[in-house]
């Protein structure tokens, strides 16, 4: 029977390469899900020895574009913080999981149920979560469908996906007890599965508990879970108490279950599964999601480039599109955020959560103004809707909650960025009073412990930099008062650029002025960031080069570069354009750079600020060579969200947004022949590229529109208007 099920593999993987190649525009075959799940093998991880160290905590997931619930296989059964429900590495699977994983993240999964095909309820499978072996070999991942052959029962498992519902199919070797293990996924032991005798299903939730803020706590809603079976079942007695269910079935070889997810309940986690999969026609869900990937990765069409380019270009693409997750129901229905627990209605427009937003404010939401548009809008409409339920905007949101998980104020930053860009369909009087209650008021107690409110901000306000006697006792980060300070100067920029257009003078004068607070805790003895004491005095000892509690996540001369929106007044800081340029290639010739988080990823484009645009274009390049690859073990860090992705995409199309609510992103050298961006109303941004080859990676000279291009960046509207720019490069630095 074993070699039957092997047959029925292949002849399934026949039918799909020739299928795929009869495509016309088939960008969906370039996409390796699996990228990100194992230990890094990149030239970068390598090089290091690091790679046992670092993973890029990405799940091969299943499903639409930002979709609510994105289906998985499963490798681990908790959802403990830090750990994705699959790992390459690990030798059995135990369950195929409705996930809610924030892809490549460190933080939690929540509300999810895993579905497990067995044979034979034994009584040793009854008291435990049933796991079989399996063979990469006998995997195929992709964001629409995925199948592995379980080795110890012999069952063929696959998987497709809608926006809030999954499809599943297990062929089994013969009729021997075919059975179904449905587990809810609750390390607090909560949730229930059950039986609806009626309707002839099961059901099943899963209660969210917070982290960061409020830790352990519930978070007011549940994942919700409605399953229906292609065939007849049974109930087999166990003392999972509630925590599982197992059904067998009498009949039949191929069972098919159909599985409807929710947020709000169960009843609207079967409106959404009737809505989006009515029937069993499991070919047909596929190819629909398989079309929707190709439409969505189909907006940056690149030319030429090797099949390894595509990969990791594509694959990028679709890290991009996982988060933020939508989480309104079919009929618009969402949970209300944070303390309000009443189910409202989007009317119009897909509600949004899960905004990793320290990660992703810098190049994913960016990017997603040129792409997304009209999905921009319903991210910002609800980070709007977050903050009225609220009564604060949020800096972190996760699992419908307040958080201060991260540091900075980066909502303001995203919603100023859509905003300056012209993506202001909202309530723009409404979004920047709540903006600007972050940026110049601090909440009460209980609300600043339950994470409403910038950290640390009236010592930031009195003394125009945060004070190593600051401590933030009421974060996850309970320190880090140098970088403090430059996100939050780097925020007042950004939410000034807003006041600006609503045409607030006042308001933007002072943040502007605050934006220069960076200048505050810039030591110009040393030439770097530094701790500061709130009588002016300077931490000792002093080493840049060391991780430093005053510091997020990186060392101080990582963060000496973050100052993107005032590059003109660090160059002055440094002695000027010649001390800059050193000090910065002694970053970059030495080893300083750190691509595997978010500290620094700008700096590479500091050089082209500054005047030396090759180096810029050097750097861009072995990055993107060195710091991703291909196979399980191809991302050098985390992933965070989609922003290691939206790096390797805005730098291969040869443009990045340093500045986020500057409107303008600094140019590279493109690593494609010719890629063209879609935008609303069939029109189309082209970047053409001559004389490209792996020695020629200097630009020569740049055209946008067949007219010379005068700086070393391009702008948001020359962008969204549509047109050309074409770059020829050179093999020798310039």
Request: with cysteine.
């Amino acid at each position: 029977m074993k070699h039957y099920m092997d047959t029925r593999l292949l002849i399934f993987l026949i039918a799909f390469l020739i299928s795929d190649s009869a495509a016309a525009q088939n960008f969906v075959k370039y996409v390796d899900p699996l990228i990100g799940t194992a230990p890094a093998t990149t030239v970068s991880a390598l090089r290091h020895s690091a790679g046992t160290e670092q993973k890029g905590q990405t799940f091969p997931a299943v499903g639409y574009p930002f979709g609510m619930t994105l289906w998985t296989p499963e490798t681990r059964t908790t959802e403990a913080k830090c750990v994705p429900p699959y790992y390459y590495d690990d030798t059995k699977i135990t369950g195929f999981r409705g996930s809610h994983w924030m892809s490549g993240s460190c933080t939690q999964e929540y509300g999810t149920i895993s579905v497990m095909p067995f044979v034979s309820a034994l009584p040793d499978t009854i008291s435990r979560t049933p796991a079989s072996g399996y063979s990469h070999r006998n995997e195929r991942s992709s964001p629409y469908y995925y199948s592995v052959l379980l080795n110890d029962p012999g069952i063929l498992a696959e998987i497709t996906a809608t926006r809030r519902s999954g499809f599943l199919r297990f062929t089994y070797p013969g009729n021997n007890g075919n059975c179904i293990f449905i587990r809810v996924n609750s390390d607090e032991k909560q949730g229930k599965v059950w039986y609806d005798s009626e309707r002839n299903e099961i059901a099943g939730f899963n209660p969210v508990h917070r982290i960061y803020q409020g830790w352990g706590q519930p978070a007011g809603f549940s994942g919700y879970f409605v399953f229906r079976f292609s065939r007849q079942f049974e109930i087999i007695p166990g003392d999972g108490g509630r925590q599982f269910i197992i059904l067998c079935f009498k009949d039949g070889n191929d069972i098919m279950v159909r599985a409807g997810s929710s947020f709000t309940s169960i009843d609207a986690a079967r409106r959404n599964l009737e809505k989006e999969i009515p029937g069993w026609d499991f070919e047909f869900i596929m190819n629909e999601t398989e079309a929707e990937w190709n439409k969505t990765l189909g907006k940056i069409d690149v030319k030429s480039g090797s099949d390894e380019d595509k990969i990791k270009f594509y694959t990028a693409l679709y890290h991009c599109y996982l988060l933020p997750r939508v989480a309104s129901d079919c009929d618009g229905s969402y949970q209300g955020f944070a303390e309000d627990t009443l189910i409202h209605k989007a009317e119009g427009f897909d509600y949004y959560d899960d905004f990793s937003m320290w990660d992703t404010y810098r190049a994913l939401h960016p990017l997603l103004t040129i792409l997304e548009p009209e999905k921009t809008l319903h991210m910002v409409k609800s980070l709007v809707l977050k903050a009225k339920q609220g009564g604060w905007m949020p800096i972190f949101p996760m699992w419908a909650n307040y958080s201060a998980a991260m540091i900075g104020d980066h909502v303001n930053t995203m919603i100023s960025d859509a905003y300056i860009k012209g993506i202001d369909d909202f309530d723009t009087e409404t979004a920047y009073r709540y903006m600007r209650q972050n940026a110049f008021e601090t909440p009460d107690r209980k609300q600043y412990a339950d994470g409403k409110g910038r950290r640390a901000l009236p010592g930031y306000l009195k003394y125009g930099y945060i004070p190593l006697e600051d401590s933030v006792w009421d974060a996850f980060h309970k320190r880090e008062q140098v970088s403090r300070t430059l996100e939050y100067a780097f925020d007042d920029y950004a939410l000034a650029q807003t006041a600006k257009k609503l045409g607030k003078t006042e308001d933007y004068e002072l943040l502007m002025k605050r934006s220069k607070n960076y200048i505050n805790v810039f030591d110009r003895e040393t030439g770097y960031v530094r701790g500061r004491y709130a009588d002016g005095s300077w931490i000792k000892p002093f080493d840049p080069n060391i991780k430093s509690s005053f510091i997020c996540e990186g060392t101080a001369f990582q963060y000496t570069w973050y100052v993107p929106h005032d590059l003109p007044g660090l160059i002055k800081l440094m002695g000027g354009r010649k001390a800059f340029l050193n000090k910065l290639n002694e970053f970059f010739d030495e080893g300083y750079y750190w691509h595997g988080n978010e500290t620094d990823q700008q700096a590479p484009f500091m050089f082209a600020m500054a005047g030396n645009p090759e180096k810029t274009q050097y750097w861009t390049k072995k990055i993107n060579s060195e710091e991703y690859g291909t196979g399980p073990g191809g991302l050098t860090g985390n992933e965070d969200a989609g922003q290691m992705s939206a790096w390797y995409v805005c730098s291969m199309m040869g443009f990045y947004p340093v500045c986020p609510a500057s409107g303008q992103y600094v140019i590279t050298s493109p690593g494609f022949d010719e890629i063209k961006i879609q935008l609303p109303d069939n029109k189309y941004f082209t970047i053409k590229t001559l004389n490209r080859s792996d020695s020629s990676i200097y630009i020569k000279s740049a055209k946008i529109n067949g007219k010379k291009l005068k700086n070393n960046f391009i702008t948001h509207r020359e962008i969204t208007e549509g047109g050309t720019v074409e770059f020829r490069l050179h093999g020798n630095e310039l």
